[in-house]
């Protein structure tokens, strides 16, 4: 498998919008995952109010901070006058995103951070109005070369389909071919989370 991560050789500290950590969760392997991530890994306060209290996934990333493999921060007042600004309204389109995803992108903004968000509208947004910001998505977590090298990449394929499955992990364009190398044609055929005109191809 010839892919590289785009995380590979960062050391920025890694923020995790809702849902990445969604994914994480999902995939049944989110201790394992991390655990091989040597990034500084941080959740904002609006992701956690995001996801419902009790819930698995809450305490799946609940036991994740209180194992020190994920650290829950908040916004300062510099961050938070840009958060504020993208729940508004903000660039030249005045687009508005849900807290968690302005939380993130906010932190990460102003503590030059990488944020990691999976839904397109953000990252289109993040890309045209913040183009100094660094952004990954949950597949580069996954396919880290770290993950990889200490799970295998049987256990990376398990993973990924399981958060395909149940938590309907968005993939961008550029990740297709890898994660069908990865995850296998026939899987992906079934994948109601990838494009009906990218399954019918296969």
Do not use: W
Not at 66 to 86: A, C, M, P, R, V
Not at 101 to 119: H, M, P, V
């Amino acid at each position: 498998m010839m892919h590289r991560s785009c995380l590979d050789n960062s050391n920025t500290t890694l923020v995790l919008d809702t849902s990445v950590i969604i994914n994480l969760s999902k995939s049944k392997y989110s201790y394992q995952i991390l655990e091989q991530v040597p990034n500084h890994l941080v959740v904002v306060n609006q992701v956690m109010e995001e996801l419902q209290a009790g819930s698995s996934v809450f305490q799946d990333i609940n036991y994740l901070i209180k194992q020190g493999i994920l650290h829950l921060t908040k916004l300062d007042e510099t961050s938070s006058l840009l958060f504020e600004e993208l729940i508004m309204g903000f660039g030249s389109n005045l687009e508005n995103l849900d807290d968690g995803e302005s939380a993130t992108i906010a932190y990460a903004q102003t503590t030059k951070s990488t944020a990691l968000l999976d839904e397109k509208k953000g990252l289109n947004l993040c890309s045209r109005e913040l183009p100094t910001l660094k952004t990954a998505t949950s597949f580069d977590l996954f396919t880290h070369n770290q993950v990889i090298k200490h799970l295998g990449l049987e256990l990376v394929r398990e993973s990924l389909q399981n958060a395909l499955i149940f938590a309907r992990m968005r993939i961008i364009p550029e990740h297709y071919d890898v994660l069908i190398q990865i995850v296998g044609p026939e899987f992906a055929k079934t994948c109601a989370s990838l494009p009906t005109t990218l399954r019918n191809q296969l």
